[in-house]
């Protein structure tokens, strides 16, 4: 059974309550001009310094998709789903010619020349300061997008899940990564068509995690 085509899409209040962790996916397909809107607003997310140090690549071939699936410990969503986001890091951007994104402020006006002068030194410092923290902070930028696919998707009508149950060498070895130490993955997102609907579990009362201030006093 095709899918129904959501027409107006969801306000982001809607979608984020909306959103489910979908396990099961129809094997419809995304149509190309959804698909890249779903690319242009995760590619929009922020990102440190507007670096962008992330790689998203899209699995979609089934023979791929299978290979995706077997280093995610065989997990059915990435095979029955269309296409599935892979979210990879790469800690060592800001330490690359930066000129790209330099110009691309510029031209669109939001940064002066002031700001690229600044950017073109302090970036590399502060690659340089974070040490070995640098995964930790492409990581961060990457689930950043991510979570900007994930309600984007579910605003236009589509699922996804968040996945965190992969071997890293492996799925590496999938998109063709295997000979890029730094390269990280951060997490992977199966898109597409929900196949049956997921209840809200429910979260914890605000007292139990949200505090003002200092940890130990409960946000009322």
Not at 173 to 191: H, K, Q, R, T
Request: charged share 20%; proline share 7%; aromatic share 8%.
């Amino acid at each position: 059974m095709s899918p129904i085509i959501q027409t107006q899409a969801l306000d982001v209040p809607s979608a984020i309550i909306k959103r489910r962790s979908i396990k099961t996916f129809t094997t419809d397909p995304i149509a190309p001009e959804l698909l890249k809107q779903l690319v242009e607003l995760t590619v929009a997310a922020p990102s440190s310094f507007n670096v962008q140090a992330w790689q998203i690549i899209l699995v979609q071939d089934e023979a791929q998709k299978a290979a995706l699936s077997a280093a995610s410990w065989n997990q059915q969503q990435i095979v029955q789903a269309p296409v599935t986001f892979v979210f990879a890091a790469d800690p060592t951007a800001g330490e690359k010619d930066l000129t790209p994104i330099l110009e691309k402020g510029l031209e669109t006006g939001a940064w002066n020349e002031g700001t690229v002068n600044y950017f073109k030194n302090a970036v590399p410092q502060f690659q340089a300061t974070l040490g070995d923290k640098r995964r930790e902070y492409a990581i961060k930028d990457a689930i950043i997008a991510a979570t900007h696919l994930v309600l984007a998707a579910e605003s236009l009508g589509l699922s996804t899940c968040f996945m965190n149950g992969w071997v890293e060498d492996k799925v590496k070895e999938v998109i063709g990564a295997s000979d890029n130490p730094d390269l990280a993955i951060a997490v992977l997102v199966p898109v597409g068509y929900a196949a049956e609907p997921r209840l809200n579990p429910g979260r914890l009362p605000f007292s139990s995690n949200v505090s003002v201030d200092r940890i130990g006093n409960p946000y009322q």
